[in-house]
């Protein structure tokens, strides 16, 4: 290390570099879609709390799915909202580090419990009649279980091989948060074994479970297109679909940010990309699963009714 190389104590996070009125338009904008992306996925945990009927394995996913997607939310869309109104935008290392290292533990645990909530589903429509054998609670337990740990080793993984790196600078980040690619350009050392290791971990958590979701609702849908009621049909088709919505729109924003070729404005791509699955998809995940799921509206109703008659 050269003599005129200082240690970073406090980084800037350029944001998004727009007019000021722009920056009040999208503060308004982010609030709204923070608040819907917290009311909506605390309504699916409140419902599923209060309706007995929600008491089954897909519905306990979702509960987990739901706490992810608010956290996930929660650690990166308040301090772009705190940076689009002040004009001091810096974040201290420290936090920075940690908010790097929730954001890919929350984004590891959403890939995992997608892939659940995908086997959930193959096994209660392709084998009906063994699925509470299949889905006990202690089966539960342990696949969301698994999923949480699994997910806080591997984003501690990175954790560990981003501090062992010297970071002398430069001390602006081009993104509205502390993004892992974004905080890797700070370091004054060589980075490609953290860039291989990204890579392997894209292929780990990202290519091989959208795999297995794949060939999880390929299976299905033959499973479903054997099904002789019409209205199971319709059943089935409906809540899959929703699935299906979900996983595109994570798989499909991650896999682009992470493994497809940069384009020519890369730091630009990453924020829309970023602010896709960091913002838009916790926010849409709700609308998803209850306006396709007929259950989800209906234990809403119930809930309302009941609230109208105290």
């Known amino acids: 290390m050269g003599g005129n190389q200082t240690w970073i104590t406090e980084v800037i996070l350029l944001g998004f570099q727009v007019d000021p009125a722009l920056e009040l338009f999208l503060f308004g904008l982010f609030c709204l879609f923070y608040t819907l992306t917290l009311l909506g996925n605390g309504v699916i945990l409140g419902l599923i709390c209060l309706d007995a ?10 509960t987990h799915l739901a706490i992810v997607d608010m956290s996930y939310a929660s650690n ?13 935008r810096t974040i201290s290392f420290v936090p920075c580090i940690m908010q790097t290292f929730l954001y890919l533990a929350f984004a590891h645990i959403e890939c995992l419990i997608l892939v659940v909530m995908s086997y959930d589903r193959f096994v209660a ?6 699925y509470t054998v299949i889905m006990n609670w202690r089966m539960c337990t342990v696949l969301a279980s698994t999923s ?20 002398c600078g430069p001390h602006e980040i081009n993104h509205f948060f ?8 700070l370091a004054c050392a060589d980075t490609r074994l953290n860039q291989v290791v990204i890579f392997a971990a894209c292929v780990f958590i990202l290519v091989g479970p959208l795999c297995l979701v794949l060939v999880s609702y390929s299976r299905i849908l033959f499973a479903i297109l054997r099904i002789q009621s019409g209205e199971g049909r319709r059943k089935a088709f ?22 497809a070729p940069k384009s020519n404005h890369p730091e630009e791509q990453q924020k829309i990309l970023s602010l896709f699955y960091s913002l838009f998809n916790p926010m849409l995940n709700p ?24």
Request: hydrophobic share 50%; charged share 15%.
């Open 178 to 185: 502390c993004e892992i690619l974004s905080v890797l350009k």
């Open 125 to 130: 429509i392709c084998h009906p009649l063994h």
């Open 148 to 167: 949480w740990v699994f997910s806080f080793l591997l984003a501690l993984v990175h954790l560990i091989l981003i501090l062992r790196l010297p970071f």
């Open 76 to 88: 990166n869309v308040p301090k772009m909202l705190a940076n689009l109104v002040n004009l001091k």
């Open 287 to 310: 609308l998803i699963y209850s306006l396709r799921n007929t259950e989800v509206k209906g234990a809403l109703r119930r809930v309302l009714y009941r609230q109208r008659h105290i």
């Open 238 to 259: 409906s809540t899959c679909s929703s699935h299906l919505c979900v996983v595109g729109l994570f798989f499909g924003s991650a896999i682009v940010m992470y493994m």
């Open 53 to 62: 009927r929600l008491h089954s394995p897909m519905y306990f996913f979702l």
